[in-house]
C-alpha cells in the first residue's frame, strides 16, 4: 500500500508557541490531504480537508486561523498549529489520497502536548 | 443522522472464534466501502476494501457488502489477542466519511 508519513511523532510544547507538522506521500502523488484529530477514547474528527495548490476546506468548528494549513506540493501539506493552548493536546493525524482513488491512507500521526 | 453508523461495542469474542462487525450506511451513491483498523495510540491501517456486493475474502479476513440493506460487515476468523483493536467502517464519495469504530476485545 501506499506510504505516508508523518513528522515529528511527538511533540511538546509551551503554551502560546506556535506548531508546524508535516504530512509526506513518500510513494504517490496526493491530490488530496486529509486532517484529523483524536482525543482519547473518542472517534476521529475530520479538521479540514486540502487539495493541492488551494485553499483547505475546514470542517466547522474549527478554525482556520487557527490550524493553518497549506499543501503547496503534492506530496506535502503542513498543519501549523498557531498560539497553541492545554485543550488543543491532542492526537492529529494526516491522510492522502491519489487522484481517481477512493481509499485514504493515513501517516503515524504526530501526539502534541501543549504544558 | 450520522451517514456511517457502527456499535461502539465493546465487542468481546473469545480467542479462535469468529468476529462480526457491522456498518449501515445512508449514503445509496456509495460505491466504495473500506474497513480500517486503529490500534490505541496509533493511527488507522487500511486492511479491507470491497467495491461490489457480495463477499471479499483475504486471509482471515472478509468483508461482505449488501447495497440493498446498505449495510457493510467484517468477519475476522480465528480471532486472535492481536486483533483487539478498533475496526473503521467507512464509505467513500469525494472523500471518506468514517463510523465512529466498533472496539473489538479478543479474549485468550
Given at each position: 500500500g501506499a506510504v505516508v508519513s508523518q513528522h515529528p511523532s511527538r511533540v511538546i510544547c509551551k503554551s502560546g508557541t506556535s506548531v508546524k507538522i508535516e504530512c509526506r506521500s513518500l510513494d504517490f502523488q496526493a491530490t488530496t490531504m486529509f486532517w484529523y484529530r483524536q482525543f482519547p477514547?473518542?472517534?476521529?474528527?475530520?479538521?479540514?480537508?486540502?487539495?493541492?495548490?488551494?485553499?483547505?476546506?475546514?470542517?466547522?468548528?474549527?478554525?482556520?486561523?487557527?490550524?493553518?494549513?497549506?499543501h503547496a506540493s503534492l506530496t506535502l501539506s503542513t498543519l501549523t498549529v498557531t498560539?497553541?493552548?492545554?485543550?488543543?493536546?491532542s492526537f492529529y493525524i494526516c491522510s492522502a489520497k491519489g487522484t481517481g482513488d477512493y481509499e485514504q491512507y493515513f501517516g503515524p500521526g504526530t501526539r502534541l502536548t501543549v504544558t | 443522522q450520522k451517514e456511517v453508523e457502527q456499535n461502539s461495542g465493546p465487542l468481546s469474542v473469545p480467542e479462535g472464534a469468529i468476529a462480526s462487525l457491522n456498518c449501515t450506511y445512508s449514503d445509496r451513491g456509495s460505491q466504495s466501502f473500506f474497513w480500517y483498523r486503529q490500534y490505541s495510540g496509533k493511527s488507522p491501517e487500511l486492511i479491507m476494501s470491497i467495491y461490489s456486493n457480495g463477499d471479499k475474502e483475504d486471509g482471515r479476513f472478509t468483508a461482505q457488502l449488501n447495497k440493498a440493506s446498505q449495510y457493510v460487515s467484517l468477519l475476522i476468523r480465528d480471532s486472535q489477542p492481536s486483533d483487539s483493536a478498533t475496526y473503521l467502517c467507512s464509505s467513500a464519495g469525494n472523500m471518506l466519511t468514517f463510523g465512529g469504530g466498533t472496539r473489538l476485545m479478543v479474549k485468550p
Open positions: 477514547k473518542q472517534s476521529l474528527m475530520l479538521m479540514a480537508t486540502s487539495n493541492e495548490g488551494s485553499k483547505a476546506t475546514y470542517e466547522q468548528g474549527v478554525e482556520k486561523d487557527k490550524f493553518l494549513i497549506n498560539s497553541a493552548h492545554p485543550e488543543d493536546s | -
